[in-house]
């Protein structure tokens, strides 16, 4: 039985499979460009920290939780998280202007 050896290689393959999430700063509405504002229904008004994306830092495809539509690459969109979160990553979502304002 002929055991192959393996390189070492491999190991770095994993390294962008998920998204890191970032340390932010306890202070969440300081981010440029937030606002603080009441958050959709379903999530009982609770405060959302809100912010526009520009068709520019808009770089892949959303799902809107508004419509459960795509939100395409290049889009102005909204991306918006609950206040107490934090603003972690898994927290955000990305919404159509049009679905957030009826949210
Ligand atoms: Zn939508």
Known sequence: MGRKSRRGKGSFRHARAQQTP????????????????????????????LRRVGAAGAKKNYVCPGCNGT???GMAHIVAWPQEGGGRVEER???H???WERR
Not at 22 to 49: H, N
């Open 93 to 95: 979502r990305h919404w």
């Open 71 to 73: 939100i395409f690459a």
């Open 22 to 49: 970032r340390a932010l700063p306890r202070d969440v509405a300081a981010f440029f460009g937030a606002e603080t504002v009441e958050g959709p229904s379903w999530d009982f008004g609770r405060p959302y920290i």
């Open 97 to 99: 202007t049009r679905c």
